[in-house]
C-alpha cells in the first residue's frame, strides 16, 4: 500500500518506448549533455553490436546507460522501455542512502559517521538491547560490520521495526566482519529520519534529487504508514541512476554546487572492509570497491540482482545496467558482469 505522496510521485511518470541507440543530439530535458559515442571515445560499432544481442539473447537486461566525460554517449532500452521507463534498483538503494548520509553530513545535520546510532536511535539503549549496540556507530551500519546476527529476518516481506532491527544478536563485535545485512543498511534510513526530522524521501527530493533534475521516482514503505526502506525499493530511470554515479565521480558537486564534501565521498567510494559476498569485492560506505592496481579504483552499487551503478574514476566512465527482476539472480547478475565488460574492456578506447 502507497501513501499520498508516494501514489503523487506516481502521477508524475510518462511513459515511453524505445530501443538500443547511440545519442548525438546536444542534450536532454533531464539535464544531461548528449554526445555521440565516437566523441567520447567509444566504439560505436562495439556498442551496436552490444545491443543486438541484449536485444535477441540476453533478454534479462532492461536497459544500460553510458556515460563519459560528463556526457551520455549511449543507452539501450529493451523493447517496450525508454528514457522514462523506472526501474527498481533494489539494493542498489543501499548507495542512495549513503550518499544522502553524505549530503546530511555536508549541511551538519549529522556530525560524521563516527556518532553513535544511539544518539539518533534511543530504542538502541532499550531493553533487550545488546550493551555492545551503545557504542555501535554510522560508519558500523554503511560498512554493514555492525555484527548483527544476518540470519534473523525481517518480520513479513518488508517489515523491519527499529526495535526488532536493534534486538538481534551480535554475532562478532561492531567493525569486526562484513555481512551484507539487509537490518543494518534499513537502519541508515531510520538514522537519517531522526537526524533531518524528514522522511527520507522529503530529504531525498530537497537536498539530493531536486539538485539532480531527478523528477520520476516512486520509493517503496516498509508498512502502510511507515517509513522508506534503507536497503532497497527505490525506483528510478536508468538516466537518474547515472547521476548518481556521476555526482560521485565528480565528488559530490552538481552544475558547481556541492552536494556532499570530497572527503565524504572519497572515504565512501574506497576500501573499508573486505567484504564479502555475494559481490566479493571490499566494500566502502555501502558501496563495492572493485580489485584494482588504479587508484581509486572502480566502485559500484548493486549486488547479485542484475542492477549497476558501476563508476571507473581512471576512465572517467559511468555504467548503468538494469535487470529483471524475476530471473534468475546468477543469469542477470552474469549478464550485468558482461554489459560492464564489453564497455570497460572493449568499447571504451582509452
Same mark, same amino acid.
Given at each position: 500500500?502507497?501513501?499520498?505522496?508516494?501514489?503523487?510521485?506516481?502521477?508524475?511518470?510518462?511513459?515511453?518506448?524505445?530501443?538500443?541507440?547511440?545519442?548525438?543530439?546536444?542534450?536532454?530535458?533531464?539535464?544531461?549533455?548528449?554526445?555521440?559515442?565516437?566523441?567520447?571515445?567509444?566504439?560505436?560499432?562495439?556498442?551496436?553490436?552490444?545491443?543486438?544481442?541484449?536485444?535477441?539473447?540476453?533478454?534479462?537486461?532492461?536497459?544500460?546507460?553510458?556515460?563519459?566525460?560528463?556526457?551520455?554517449?549511449?543507452?539501450?532500452?529493451?523493447?517496450?522501455?525508454?528514457?522514462?521507463?523506472?526501474?527498481?534498483?533494489?539494493?542498489?538503494?543501499?548507495?542512495?542512502?549513503?550518499?544522502?548520509?553524505?549530503?546530511?553530513?555536508?549541511?551538519?545535520?549529522?556530525?560524521?559517521?563516527?556518532?553513535?546510532?544511539?544518539?539518533?536511535?534511543?530504542?538502541?539503549?532499550?531493553?533487550?538491547?545488546?550493551?555492545?549496540?551503545?557504542?555501535?556507530?554510522?560508519?558500523?551500519?554503511?560498512?554493514?560490520?555492525?555484527?548483527?546476527?544476518?540470519?534473523?529476518?525481517?518480520?513479513?516481506?518488508?517489515?523491519?521495526? =527499529?526495535?526488532?532491527?536493534?534486538?538481534?544478536?551480535? @554475532?562478532?563485535? &561492531?567493525? /569486526?566482519?562484513? *555481512?551484507?545485512?539487509?537490518?543494518? $543498511?534499513?537502519?541508515?534510513?531510520?538514522?537519517?529520519?531522526?537526524?533531518?526530522?524528514?522522511?527520507?524521501?522529503?530529504?531525498?527530493?530537497?537536498?539530493?534529487?531536486?539538485?539532480?533534475?531527478?523528477?520520476?521516482?516512486?520509493?517503496?514503505?516498509?508498512?502502510?504508514?511507515?517509513?522508506?526502506?534503507?536497503?532497497?525499493?527505490?525506483?528510478?530511470?536508468?538516466?537518474?541512476?547515472?547521476?548518481?554515479?556521476?555526482?560521485?565521480?565528480?565528488?559530490?558537486?552538481?552544475?558547481?554546487?556541492?552536494?556532499?564534501?570530497?572527503?565524504?565521498?572519497?572515504?565512501?567510494?574506497?576500501?573499508?572492509?573486505?567484504?564479502?559476498?555475494?559481490?566479493?569485492?571490499?566494500?566502502?560506505?555501502?558501496?563495492?570497491?572493485?580489485?584494482?592496481?588504479?587508484?581509486?579504483?572502480?566502485?559500484?552499487?548493486?549486488?547479485?540482482?542484475?542492477?549497476?551503478?558501476? =563508476?571507473?574514476?581512471?576512465?572517467?566512465?559511468?555504467? @548503468?545496467?538494469? &535487470?529483471? /527482476?524475476?530471473? *534468475?539472480?546468477?543469469?542477470?547478475? $552474469?549478464?550485468?558482469?558482461?554489459?560492464?565488460?564489453?564497455?570497460?574492456?572493449?568499447?571504451?578506447?582509452?
Amino acid at each position: 500500500m502507497l501513501s499520498r505522496r508516494h501514489l503523487m510521485a506516481a502521477l508524475l511518470l510518462v511513459g515511453t518506448s524505445a530501443t538500443g541507440r547511440s545519442q548525438s543530439s546536444k542534450d536532454a530535458r533531464d539535464g544531461w549533455q548528449l554526445s555521440s559515442p565516437s566523441d567520447q571515445g567509444l566504439d560505436k560499432a562495439m556498442l551496436d553490436e552490444l545491443a543486438r544481442e541484449l536485444a535477441s539473447e540476453r533478454k534479462s537486461v532492461r536497459s544500460v546507460v553510458v556515460v563519459r566525460h560528463g556526457r551520455l554517449a549511449f543507452e539501450y532500452y529493451r523493447e517496450g522501455l525508454g528514457p522514462s521507463s523506472l526501474h527498481d534498483m533494489r539494493t542498489a538503494t543501499m548507495s542512495v542512502m549513503s550518499t544522502l548520509v553524505g549530503v546530511a553530513i555536508h549541511n551538519g545535520l549529522i556530525k560524521n559517521v563516527d556518532q553513535p546510532i544511539s544518539e539518533f536511535l534511543p530504542e538502541a539503549t532499550g531493553e533487550g538491547v545488546d550493551s555492545r549496540v551503545r557504542a555501535m556507530t554510522l560508519e558500523h551500519l554503511l560498512t554493514l560490520t555492525a555484527g548483527f546476527d544476518p540470519d534473523v529476518k525481517q518480520i513479513g516481506r518488508w517489515a523491519f521495526p =527499529v526495535e526488532f532491527a536493534l534486538r538481534r544478536p551480535l @554475532v562478532s563485535d &561492531s567493525g /569486526a566482519k562484513f *555481512s551484507f545485512d539487509v537490518g543494518t $543498511a534499513h537502519l541508515v534510513a531510520r538514522v537519517l529520519v531522526s537526524a533531518t526530522q524528514q522522511n527520507v524521501l522529503q530529504f531525498a527530493q530537497k537536498q539530493l534529487f531536486g539538485p539532480l533534475g531527478i523528477r520520476r521516482y516512486l520509493w517503496q514503505i516498509d508498512r502502510p504508514g511507515g517509513g522508506e526502506l534503507g536497503y532497497g525499493g527505490l525506483q528510478l530511470t536508468a538516466r537518474d541512476m547515472a547521476k548518481l554515479g556521476q555526482l560521485q565521480l565528480q565528488r559530490g558537486a552538481w552544475n558547481g554546487v556541492a552536494l556532499m564534501s570530497p572527503a565524504y565521498v572519497e572515504a565512501a567510494t574506497r576500501k573499508q572492509s573486505s567484504g564479502g559476498p555475494p559481490v566479493h569485492w571490499a566494500y566502502g560506505y555501502s558501496w563495492w570497491i572493485a580489485p584494482s592496481a588504479r587508484s581509486p579504483a572502480p566502485f559500484m552499487a548493486g549486488a547479485d540482482d542484475g542492477q549497476r551503478i558501476y =563508476v571507473n574514476p581512471s576512465m572517467s566512465l559511468v555504467v @548503468v545496467v538494469t &535487470s529483471e /527482476a524475476v530471473r *534468475s539472480r546468477s543469469r542477470v547478475q $552474469a549478464d550485468a558482469d558482461l554489459v560492464i565488460n564489453d564497455i570497460v574492456l572493449r568499447a571504451a578506447k582509452r
